[in-house]
T-cell receptor
């Protein structure tokens, strides 16, 4: 019952460039969240956007949500080597139970 | 610093053993979750709990059971470990209304030989 699908599966960019990751989902949601996972570690919550919001910012992160297209994007501006990680979107289509996508692997080269 | 603590980072067990994975949170969260993560498959929900002594099956509960006797502790039990249960296991907790999203533990990498 995978709800979120991230695109691309992997992304490699130079330090200082922007990174954009996309997420599509299938059913109506209350909110969509983005998480980061450094290699071999747990996930860290980055940002939550509610279904009645279209855009949200947090530091160098910008998230957009288009409920008509059932899609979201995560933009990381001025990327750093420390941003190298896997990024997951998650949706709450089933109450408090989040469903995660397979993730985008981001590599930022210095 | 609020956190979710998983008892082991790495664990090696033999086929057929009963395995206990422990998770403790200090945030007074109502909800707790167990996921397993495998390459190419993302995170899959095994079991979750909304309250003490309450549990619900996730997407892949077969071969697993859970226990939540206290609010802060959620245990995952592999009744008879098998090699296809070799995986990264992630515990998470959240408030009842998902305020602030999930807080994850660092994970337990379990190898069944």
């Amino acid at each position: 019952s995978q709800q979120g699908e991230e695109d691309p599966q992997a992304l490699s960019i130079q330090e200082g460039e922007n990174a954009t990751m996309n997420c599509s989902y299938k059913t109506s949601i209350n909110n969509l969240q983005w998480y980061r996972q450094n290699s071999g570690r747990g996930l860290v919550h980055l940002i939550l956007i509610r279904s009645n919001e279209r855009e949200k910012h947090s530091g160098r992160l910008r998230v957009t949500l288009d409920t008509s297209k059932k899609s979201s994007s995560l933009l990381i501006t001025a990327s750093r080597a420390a941003d190298t990680a896997s990024y997951f979107c998650a949706t709450d289509a089933y109450g408090n139970k989040l469903v995660f996508g397979a993730g985008t692997i981001l590599r930022v080269k210095s | 610093d609020v956190k979710v603590t998983q008892s082991s980072r790495y664990l090696v067990k033999r086929t057929g053993e009963k395995v206990f994975l422990e998770c403790v949170q200090d945030m007074d969260h109502e909800n707790m979750f167990w996921y397993r993560q495998d390459p190419g498959l993302g995170l899959r929900l095994i079991y979750f709990s909304y309250d003490v002594k309450m549990k619900e099956k996730g997407d892949i509960p077969e071969g697993y059971s859970v226990s939540r006797e206290k609010k802060e502790r959620f245990s995952l039990i592999l009744e008879s470990a098998s090699t296809n249960q070799t995986s990264m296991y992630l515990c998470a907790s959240s408030s009842a209304w998902l305020v602030g999203g999930y807080t994850f533990g660092s994970g337990t990498r379990l190898t069944v030989v």
